[in-house]
């Protein structure tokens, strides 16, 4: 059955599978808590640990986990281009979700045609620690940003799972050593010294969940987002085991993922889903990309956009009051003193705080 297995995943694209009857992760609940106890965790993420442990949760009498990556970023570059926003490498092309979704329920209606079984498809959608059970099944290994990495692939993989609940016999592989060695390019390259030591990360200062989260940014974390729209890819694109398949040869047109602010922030919600549905980093929505496009400008030097996002102030969203505010003292410090004084006392607590704390009344 592992055979047949490979060789319907082969036939699908998928040269990277693994198998694992580790259907508890226990030996991780210390750690879980740790980041919960200090704060590195995130709303994004499973709160009852005992779901992120124990795969029963999704799929009763669970007994074989098949696994796979599958390899993105080849030939990636990062634009040239500064007057534009930028998202994340693992949003070009058609949502990584649905491709990877589509390609495991493939190979179980191929699985089905032998065997009648119970499944559970997996692709960053569920409380599984989708890392970990890769590297259970011999997937690479857990670098120090906290990525997996793929002797092959490096980093840039997406990961994918299939829990059923066939005794599948297979060799259960060894786990990959740590390859990161003394290696702590990740760590000094991350723009808000997120990555900590001993495979930790800070969730609430990576730029990529700051992308994403719709809580208050610190105004302290803000400038590290650069021109991020969404996510990041800094710790991968400076990680040596990605040179490889960064400087393979590619036909891959990436302009797409240069994002044209001024279109942005016209655009209503109808105009954004015609034209982002379809990409990985389109679930957030229009106003938190807007929300990271007015921090782009202040952290870019972007004047050109001064008076659209001056015209947030007068707007009725609180969470645009807040960065605009903020972001029209950094690009034109005098210029904007008196307009958002002036508007302190049209505004709630809770604006008027944040603007008397920019203007340090």
């Known amino acids: 059955m592992k055979d047949k297995i490979i060789e319907a995943a082969n036939a699908l694209g998928i040269d990277r599978i693994g198998f694992t009857k580790m259907t508890k ?16 965790s995130c709303e994004f993420e499973e709160q009852d640990i005992s779901k992120r442990l124990d795969v029963s949760y999704l799929l009763p009498n669970c007994k074989t986990i098949i696994t796979v990556i599958f390899p993105y970023a080849k030939g990636y570059r990062v634009p040239e281009k500064t007057d534009m926003g930028n998202l994340s490498v693992s949003s070009y092309g058609m949502d990584y979700h649905k491709v990877l979704h589509e390609k495991l329920e493939l190979l179980v209606l191929k699985l089905k045609k032998e065997i009648e079984f119970n499944y559970k498809i997996c692709v960053d959608n569920t409380p599984l620690i989708d890392r970990a059970v890769c590297t259970k099944s011999g997937l690479g290994y857990i670098g120090k940003n906290n ?31 740590d390859k990161c060695k003394s290696c702590n390019i990740c760590i000094s390259k991350c723009p808000n010294s997120a990555i900590l030591e001993n495979r930790m990360i800070n969730t609430k200062k990576c730029v990529s969940y700051l992308s994403q989260t719709k809580e208050y940014i610190p105004i302290e974390y803000r400038k590290a987002m650069g021109n991020q729209i969404y996510g990041c890819d800094i710790c991968q694109i400076n990680c040596p085991k990605n040179y490889k398949i960064l400087n393979q040869e590619s036909k891959e047109d990436y302009s797409s993922l240069l994002v044209d ?53 007068y707007g009725q969203s609180q969470m645009f009051k807040t960065y605009a505010a903020w972001a029209l003292l950094k690009l034109d410090i005098e210029k904007s003193k008196d307009i958002i004084y002036n508007r302190i006392k049209y505004e709630n607590e809770f604006i008027s705080n944040e603007y008397k704390k920019l203007l340090e009344l």
């Open 147 to 177: 990525m997996l990495i793929d002797d092959e692939y490096g980093s840039f993989v997406f990961l994918g799972s299939v829990l059923i609940d066939l005794d599948i016999s297979v060799d259960e592989p060894d786990i990959i050593t």
């Open 261 to 313: 602010l001024g279109e942005l922030f016209k655009m209503s919600n109808k105009e954004f889903n015609l034209k982002y549905e379809n990409i990985a980093g389109s679930w957030r929505g229009k106003n938190i990309w807007k929300r990271n496009a007015i921090i782009a400008c202040a952290n870019m030097g972007f004047n050109n956009f001064y008076d659209i996002i001056k015209d947030e102030l």
């Open 25 to 40: 992760l226990d030996e991780l609940s210390e750690l879980l808590n740790y980041r919960i106890k200090n704060d590195y």
